[in-house]
């Protein structure tokens, strides 16, 4: 994958997130500074979504674990234990955040 694709596909997916927490009415604090996504649940809990250009991949830290994302077949895959991002950030938010997010 050439660098200028991994950033089209990495700039989708964040967007994509925003729209959906915008689009949710839910209450959480949605911040982006260069390539970190911040996500700030009203429990207080945090995720950070951050993209890793050299590996084109994704990173999302939450509370329980870090998880490491690679485009594969239209999806964005966890390499350890085959997750989808956006599925798997749906779940954290419900476990951790305490919030339903559709995702």
Request: aromatic share 8%.
């Amino acid at each position: 994958m050439k660098d200028s694709e991994f950033h089209a596909l990495a700039d989708a997916i964040y967007q994509h997130i925003e729209e959906c927490i915008d689009q949710s009415g839910v209450d959480i604090d949605c911040e982006t500074i260069g390539s970190v996504m911040t996500l700030t649940f009203e429990n207080g809990v945090k995720f950070v979504i951050n993209r890793q250009e050299p590996l084109h991949q994704i990173w999302l830290a939450t509370r329980e674990n870090g998880h490491h994302f690679a485009y594969q077949q239209g999806k964005w895959i966890d390499n350890r234990q085959g997750h989808e991002l956006l599925a798997w950030l749906g779940l954290q938010a419900r476990r951790q955040g305490d919030t339903e997010l559709a995702l």
